[in-house]
């Protein structure tokens, strides 16, 4: 008879690429996870993987063999999900977080989350879209909420909001006559997202098409050291206001008003890798949609590519 615990550690093996993460992932040792491959693939008469310099390697029977055991654990769940009152969900969850969230409403679903799900522990990671991917894609994250979306093979993502990108400068700075030129404003250093970001490139390439001489673009991952920077004058800079409604009212930063191309809007999605263990990703993704789609001056939006269930 087939073991369906060595079923599931040959799922996490090959979805992980490593004995070792399979083995960390399942809370065993190594020698116990390879102990039970050799299990399985004696029961089934082939052999699923191959040594690889970097971990292991699904041989052509592993391929075909790994759909079917990503539907046998995911009907084991279905089978306990519908048996399970749902607000029993614990242990840690990892969640990576655009800093755009972390700034507006992610306290409140943090909030939300503990309440209904008193024993999950979230572990958060704030970092750029590019490295909550990068994590995302080798499952160092259970979701992320990032700009998206992640339009890849088993990824699955939900509209969460979306914020207008503008020119932000300190107040009263001496840019010249307004409404302000692309020349005007870079003058000084154009201060952005991180330089592997959508809008970094956006602004990028605009001023390449609008042929500014040799731009000085400052890409930082860190919203609140982007904000500083500005606030103390150094250059201008294109991030979304929506959290500078404080340091606005008070008259240190202002929106500038620029002759330029428009500048695209930031989406954001929740996104995770959709499988047999993304029951709590999915519950907390929609109860992020409620959150984002409450808070003021934030709207849930259908992006091409998304699915937008509520």
């Given at each position: 008879?087939?073991?369906?615990?060595?079923?599931?550690?040959?799922?996490?093996?090959?979805?992980?690429?490593?004995?070792?993460?399979?083995?960390?992932?399942?809370?065993?040792?190594?020698?116990?996870?390879?102990?039970?491959?050799?299990?399985?693939?004696?029961?089934?008469?082939?052999?699923?993987?191959?040594?690889?310099?970097?971990?292991?390697?699904?041989?052509?029977?592993?391929?075909?063999?790994?759909a079917h055991a990503e539907r046998m654990m995911?009907?084991?769940?279905?089978?306990?999900?519908?048996?399970?009152?749902?607000?029993?969900?614990?242990?840690?969850?990892?969640?990576?977080v655009a800093e755009t969230i972390v700034q507006?409403?992610?306290?409140?679903?943090?909030?939300?989350?503990?309440?209904?799900?008193?024993?999950?522990?979230?572990?958060?990671?704030?970092?750029?879209?590019?490295?909550?991917?990068?994590?995302?894609?080798?499952?160092?994250?259970?979701?992320?909420?990032?700009?998206?979306?992640?339009?890849?093979?088993?990824m699955e993502n939900r509209p969460l909001c979306?914020?207008?990108?503008?020119?932000?400068?300190?107040?009263?700075?001496?840019?010249?006559?307004?409404?302000?030129?692309?020349?005007?404003?870079?003058?000084?250093?154009?201060?952005?997202?991180?330089?592997?970001?959508?809008?970094?490139?956006?602004?990028?390439?605009?001023?390449?098409?609008?042929?500014?001489?040799?731009?000085?673009?400052?890409?930082?991952?860190?919203?609140?050291?982007?904000?500083?920077?500005?606030?103390?004058?150094?250059?201008?800079?294109?991030?979304?206001?929506?959290?500078?409604?404080?340091?606005?009212?008070?008259?240190?930063?202002?929106?500038?008003?620029?002759?330029?191309?428009?500048?695209?809007?930031?989406?954001?999605?929740?996104?995770?890798?959709?499988?047999?263990?993304?029951?709590?990703?999915?519950?907390?993704?929609?109860?992020?949609?409620?959150?984002?789609?409450?808070?003021?001056?934030?709207?849930?939006?259908?992006?091409?590519?998304?699915?937008?269930?509520?």
């Amino acid at each position: 008879m087939i073991d369906l615990r060595n079923i599931e550690t040959f799922f996490w093996a090959a979805a992980l690429g490593s004995l070792r993460a399979a083995s960390e992932k399942l809370g065993t040792t190594q020698p116990a996870v390879s102990q039970r491959i050799a299990s399985l693939e004696g029961a089934l008469g082939v052999r699923l993987f191959e040594r690889a310099a970097r971990g292991v390697r699904l041989t052509a029977k592993g391929h075909e063999l790994l759909a079917h055991a990503e539907r046998m654990m995911q009907a084991r769940n279905d089978i306990i999900q519908a048996a399970r009152d749902q607000t029993t969900m614990s242990g840690s969850f990892h969640i990576g977080v655009a800093e755009t969230i972390v700034q507006t409403w992610l306290p409140r679903l943090i909030a939300e989350v503990h309440s209904a799900y008193p024993a999950l522990t979230l572990e958060i990671e704030v970092d750029s879209s590019e490295m909550l991917k990068a994590h995302l894609t080798s499952r160092r994250l259970n979701l992320a909420f990032m700009m998206g979306p992640v339009l890849e093979a088993r990824m699955e993502n939900r509209p969460l909001c979306t914020y207008p990108l503008s020119w932000v400068a300190k107040a009263g700075l001496d840019l010249g006559p307004r409404p302000l030129t692309l020349e005007q404003v870079t003058r000084l250093p154009v201060i952005t997202y991180a330089s592997n970001s959508a809008p970094y490139r956006q602004v990028r390439d605009m001023l390449r098409r609008e042929g500014v001489p040799s731009p000085r673009m400052y890409g930082c991952a860190s919203l609140s050291m982007i904000v500083r920077m500005v606030q103390d004058g150094i250059g201008t800079a294109v991030i979304t206001p929506i959290f500078l409604g404080a340091e606005l009212e008070r008259g240190e930063l202002e929106i500038l008003d620029v002759v330029a191309d428009p500048l695209q809007d930031l989406n954001f999605t929740a996104t995770w890798i959709d499988g047999p263990d993304s029951y709590a990703a999915r519950v907390i993704a929609r109860m992020a949609q409620q959150v984002a789609a409450g808070e003021a001056g934030t709207e849930t939006v259908q992006v091409p590519g998304i699915d937008a269930e509520t």
